[in-house]
Protein backbone atom coordinates (compact mmCIF):
# COMPACT_ATOMS: atom_id res chain seq x y z
CA UNK A 1 0.00 0.00 0.00
CA UNK A 2 1.08 3.30 -0.82
CA UNK A 3 0.82 4.76 3.34
CA UNK A 4 3.98 1.92 4.13
CA UNK A 5 5.99 4.65 2.50
CA UNK A 6 5.24 7.52 5.01
CA UNK A 7 8.44 7.75 6.69
CA UNK A 8 10.30 8.26 2.86
CA UNK A 9 12.01 11.61 2.67
CA UNK A 10 10.00 11.94 -0.38
CA UNK A 11 6.62 12.31 1.48
CA UNK A 12 5.91 15.59 3.75
CA UNK A 13 5.27 13.44 7.65
CA UNK A 14 2.84 16.38 8.07
CA UNK A 15 0.47 15.25 5.24
CA UNK A 16 0.82 11.92 5.83
CA UNK A 17 -0.39 11.97 9.24
CA UNK A 18 -3.11 13.93 8.27
CA UNK A 19 -4.14 11.93 5.50
CA UNK A 20 -4.12 8.76 7.87
CA UNK A 21 -5.97 10.16 10.04
CA UNK A 22 -8.77 11.52 8.38
CA UNK A 23 -8.97 8.35 6.92
CA UNK A 24 -8.84 6.04 10.10
CA UNK A 25 -11.65 8.73 12.08
CA UNK A 26 -13.91 8.44 8.50
CA UNK A 27 -13.86 4.76 9.04
CA UNK A 28 -14.71 4.74 12.66
CA UNK A 29 -18.03 6.73 11.28
CA UNK A 30 -16.98 10.29 12.33
CA UNK A 31 -18.69 13.14 9.90
CA UNK A 32 -16.51 15.19 7.60
CA UNK A 33 -17.94 18.08 10.27
CA UNK A 34 -16.21 16.30 13.65
CA UNK A 35 -13.42 15.63 11.98
CA UNK A 36 -12.59 19.37 10.76
CA UNK A 37 -13.00 19.90 14.13
CA UNK A 38 -10.60 17.66 15.72
CA UNK A 39 -7.95 18.61 13.16
CA UNK A 40 -8.74 21.85 13.06
CA UNK A 41 -9.08 22.26 9.06
CA UNK A 42 -11.99 23.14 6.36
CA UNK A 43 -14.53 20.46 5.81
CA UNK A 44 -12.95 20.83 1.92
CA UNK A 45 -9.57 19.79 3.08
CA UNK A 46 -11.43 16.50 4.98
CA UNK A 47 -13.60 16.28 1.53
CA UNK A 48 -9.83 16.40 -0.40
CA UNK A 49 -7.86 13.99 1.49
CA UNK A 50 -10.60 11.48 1.67
CA UNK A 51 -11.15 11.71 -2.05
CA UNK A 52 -8.31 12.65 -2.98
CA UNK A 53 -4.75 10.21 -4.51
CA UNK A 54 -2.04 9.78 -2.02
CA UNK A 55 0.53 10.63 -4.28
CA UNK A 56 -0.62 14.02 -5.14
CA UNK A 57 -1.22 14.94 -1.54
CA UNK A 58 1.42 13.72 0.19
CA UNK A 59 4.48 13.74 -1.50
CA UNK A 60 6.84 16.61 -1.33
CA UNK A 61 6.47 19.18 -4.15
CA UNK A 62 10.25 20.18 -4.48
CA UNK A 63 9.55 22.54 -7.27
CA UNK A 64 9.04 26.12 -6.85
CA UNK A 65 6.84 28.63 -8.28
CA UNK A 66 9.86 30.52 -9.47
CA UNK A 67 11.27 28.20 -11.85
CA UNK A 68 8.53 28.62 -14.41
CA UNK A 69 10.17 32.04 -14.55
CA UNK A 70 13.93 31.61 -14.23
CA UNK A 71 14.89 32.43 -17.66
CA UNK A 72 13.33 35.62 -17.27
CA UNK A 73 14.84 36.38 -13.75
CA UNK A 74 18.06 35.67 -14.93
CA UNK A 75 18.09 37.95 -17.69
CA UNK A 76 16.30 40.80 -15.83
CA UNK A 77 18.75 40.34 -12.89
CA UNK A 78 21.94 40.57 -15.57
CA UNK A 79 20.22 43.49 -17.54
CA UNK A 80 20.55 44.99 -13.85
CA UNK A 81 16.77 45.07 -12.90
CA UNK A 82 15.85 45.89 -9.25
CA UNK A 83 14.85 42.38 -7.26
CA UNK A 84 11.96 44.46 -6.41
CA UNK A 85 10.74 45.60 -9.94
CA UNK A 86 11.75 41.67 -11.04
CA UNK A 87 9.19 40.70 -8.59
CA UNK A 88 6.57 43.33 -9.82
CA UNK A 89 7.10 41.87 -12.58
CA UNK A 90 5.87 38.07 -12.16
CA UNK A 91 3.08 39.13 -10.14
CA UNK A 92 1.61 40.43 -13.51
CA UNK A 93 2.85 37.50 -15.14
CA UNK A 94 1.18 35.10 -13.02
CA UNK A 95 3.44 34.43 -10.13
CA UNK A 96 1.04 33.56 -6.82
CA UNK A 97 3.96 33.54 -4.19
CA UNK A 98 5.24 35.56 -1.70
CA UNK A 99 7.31 38.43 -1.72
CA UNK A 100 9.59 36.78 1.11
CA UNK A 101 10.23 33.30 -1.23
CA UNK A 102 10.69 35.55 -4.61
CA UNK A 103 13.61 37.10 -2.69
CA UNK A 104 14.90 34.27 -1.54
CA UNK A 105 14.80 32.31 -4.61
CA UNK A 106 16.46 35.36 -6.27
CA UNK A 107 19.31 35.77 -4.29
CA UNK A 108 20.18 32.44 -4.47
CA UNK A 109 20.21 32.65 -8.40
CA UNK A 110 22.71 36.02 -7.28
CA UNK A 111 25.02 33.89 -5.65
CA UNK A 112 25.32 31.10 -7.85
CA UNK A 113 25.17 32.91 -10.57
CA UNK A 114 27.77 36.48 -8.93
CA UNK A 115 25.38 37.90 -10.38
CA UNK A 116 26.02 42.08 -9.62
CA UNK A 117 22.55 43.19 -8.36
CA UNK A 118 20.76 46.26 -8.69
CA UNK A 119 19.58 48.49 -5.95
CA UNK A 120 18.13 51.24 -7.82
CA UNK A 121 14.15 52.44 -7.18
CA UNK A 122 13.66 52.35 -10.91
CA UNK A 123 14.35 49.60 -13.65
CA UNK A 124 14.31 51.74 -16.53
CA UNK A 125 17.01 50.53 -18.38
CA UNK A 126 18.16 54.15 -19.95
CA UNK A 127 17.98 54.78 -15.89
CA UNK A 128 20.22 52.14 -14.84
CA UNK A 129 22.68 52.32 -17.67
CA UNK A 130 23.04 56.11 -16.63
CA UNK A 131 23.76 55.42 -12.40
CA UNK A 132 26.63 52.68 -13.48
CA UNK A 133 28.26 55.04 -15.58
CA UNK A 134 28.04 57.54 -12.61
CA UNK A 135 29.31 54.78 -10.43
CA UNK A 136 32.93 55.31 -12.21
CA UNK A 137 32.82 58.85 -10.50
CA UNK A 138 33.96 60.06 -7.15
CA UNK A 139 30.96 61.45 -5.15
CA UNK A 140 30.89 63.81 -2.43
CA UNK A 141 27.47 63.38 -0.55
CA UNK A 142 25.39 66.52 0.58
CA UNK A 143 25.71 65.57 4.12
CA UNK A 144 29.45 64.88 3.81
CA UNK A 145 30.01 69.03 2.87
CA UNK A 146 27.47 70.02 5.29
CA UNK A 147 29.76 68.01 7.66
CA UNK A 148 32.87 69.45 6.13
CA UNK A 149 31.39 72.96 6.61
CA UNK A 150 29.97 73.19 10.24
CA UNK A 151 31.89 70.54 12.12
CA UNK A 152 35.20 71.06 10.26
CA UNK A 153 35.30 66.98 9.98
CA UNK A 154 37.69 65.72 7.11
CA UNK A 155 37.77 66.02 3.41
CA UNK A 156 40.49 65.04 1.02
CA UNK A 157 42.50 67.65 -0.24
CA UNK A 158 41.58 66.96 -4.09
CA UNK A 159 37.81 66.74 -2.51
CA UNK A 160 38.46 70.36 -0.81
CA UNK A 161 40.12 71.88 -3.44
CA UNK A 162 37.30 70.76 -6.23
CA UNK A 163 34.35 72.04 -4.08
CA UNK A 164 36.07 75.55 -4.34
CA UNK A 165 37.25 75.82 -7.85
CA UNK A 166 33.26 74.72 -8.82
CA UNK A 167 31.10 75.62 -6.08
CA UNK A 168 32.02 79.65 -5.34
CA UNK A 169 28.81 79.50 -3.40
CA UNK A 170 30.18 76.66 -0.81
CA UNK A 171 33.66 78.63 -0.69
CA UNK A 172 31.69 81.73 0.42
CA UNK A 173 29.55 79.97 3.08
CA UNK A 174 33.07 78.22 4.35
CA UNK A 175 34.24 81.65 4.66
CA UNK A 176 31.61 83.12 6.20
CA UNK A 177 31.34 80.33 8.91
CA UNK A 178 34.64 81.24 9.95
CA UNK A 179 34.68 84.60 10.05
CA UNK A 180 31.59 84.36 12.22
CA UNK A 181 33.01 81.81 14.38
CA UNK A 182 36.24 83.92 14.91
CA UNK A 183 34.11 86.90 16.13
CA UNK A 184 33.04 84.52 19.18
CA UNK A 185 36.86 83.33 19.58
CA UNK A 186 38.04 87.21 19.60
CA UNK A 187 35.33 88.82 21.56
CA UNK A 188 35.83 91.24 18.99
CA UNK A 189 32.32 93.75 18.61
CA UNK A 190 34.91 95.37 15.79
CA UNK A 191 34.41 92.25 13.45
CA UNK A 192 30.90 91.91 14.19
CA UNK A 193 30.14 95.15 13.00
CA UNK A 194 32.09 94.01 9.95
CA UNK A 195 30.76 91.17 9.42
CA UNK A 196 27.16 92.80 9.56
CA UNK A 197 28.30 95.53 6.57
CA UNK A 198 29.81 93.07 4.58
CA UNK A 199 27.33 90.19 4.56
CA UNK A 200 24.48 92.58 3.99
CA UNK A 201 25.46 93.17 0.32
CA UNK A 202 26.45 89.18 -0.27
CA UNK A 203 24.70 87.99 -3.40
CA UNK A 204 23.86 85.12 -1.43
CA UNK A 205 20.22 86.06 -0.57
CA UNK A 206 20.57 83.64 3.07
CA UNK A 207 23.47 85.45 3.88
CA UNK A 208 21.92 88.74 3.43
CA UNK A 209 19.19 87.82 5.76
CA UNK A 210 20.91 86.41 8.16
CA UNK A 211 22.83 89.67 8.21
CA UNK A 212 20.04 91.69 8.77
CA UNK A 213 18.43 89.40 11.09
CA UNK A 214 21.76 90.06 13.63
CA UNK A 215 21.47 94.02 12.80
CA UNK A 216 17.75 93.85 13.88
CA UNK A 217 19.00 91.76 17.31
CA UNK A 218 22.08 93.69 17.47
CA UNK A 219 21.75 94.07 21.56
CA UNK A 220 21.08 90.24 22.04
CA UNK A 221 23.78 89.79 19.21
CA UNK A 222 26.37 91.96 21.02
CA UNK A 223 25.96 90.82 24.65
CA UNK A 224 26.60 87.55 23.52
CA UNK A 225 29.91 88.69 22.49
CA UNK A 226 30.84 90.35 25.01
CA UNK A 227 29.24 88.46 27.79
CA UNK A 228 30.68 85.01 29.00
CA UNK A 229 27.59 83.48 29.84
CA UNK A 230 25.54 81.74 28.07
CA UNK A 231 21.31 80.26 27.83
CA UNK A 232 22.95 77.39 26.16
CA UNK A 233 22.55 75.37 29.33
CA UNK A 234 18.59 76.82 30.03
CA UNK A 235 17.59 76.33 26.04
CA UNK A 236 18.94 72.31 26.01
CA UNK A 237 16.93 71.79 28.72
CA UNK A 238 13.78 73.29 27.43
CA UNK A 239 14.54 70.81 25.11
CA UNK A 240 14.30 67.94 26.83
CA UNK A 241 11.41 68.75 29.09
CA UNK A 242 9.47 69.78 25.25
CA UNK A 243 10.72 66.50 23.97
CA UNK A 244 9.04 64.71 27.58
CA UNK A 245 6.15 66.81 27.06
CA UNK A 246 5.55 65.48 23.24
CA UNK A 247 6.44 61.94 23.73
CA UNK A 248 3.30 61.34 26.40
CA UNK A 249 1.00 63.61 24.81
CA UNK A 250 -2.49 61.93 24.69
CA UNK A 251 -1.35 58.85 26.65
CA UNK A 252 -0.10 59.71 30.39
CA UNK A 253 -2.35 61.48 33.18
CA UNK A 254 -1.03 65.43 34.36
CA UNK A 255 0.41 63.94 37.55
CA UNK A 256 2.42 61.35 35.58
CA UNK A 257 3.96 64.38 33.05
CA UNK A 258 4.26 66.96 37.00
CA UNK A 259 6.03 63.79 38.20
CA UNK A 260 8.83 63.48 35.22
CA UNK A 261 9.51 67.46 34.71
CA UNK A 262 9.30 68.42 38.51
CA UNK A 263 12.56 69.29 40.45
CA UNK A 264 11.86 67.66 44.11
CA UNK A 265 15.09 68.63 46.01
CA UNK A 266 13.52 67.27 49.03
CA UNK A 267 12.55 63.58 47.46
Same mark, same amino acid.
Given at each position: ??????????????????????????????????????????????????? +?????????????????????????? *??????????????????? +?????????????????????????????????????????????????????????????????????????????????????????????????????????????????????????????????????????????? *?????????????????????????????
Amino acid at each position: MSEAVDNSIEYNPKSVQLYNNIREYAAAGYSKREIAKIFHCGRNTVTKYLN +GDYESLCKRDYRSGMDQFYDDIIKEL *NAGVSRKDVYCHLLKRGYM +GKHSAAYDYMNKIIKRENIDIAVYKSSSAEVIQKRKKLQQYDHISRAGIFRFLWMNSDLSKAHCTYIMEHYPKIRQLDICIREFRNIYDQKNMVLLYLFIEKYKLSEIQELSRFAEGLEKDIEAVENSVASPLSNGFVEGTN *NKLKMVKRTMYGRCSRQLLEAKLMYRPNV
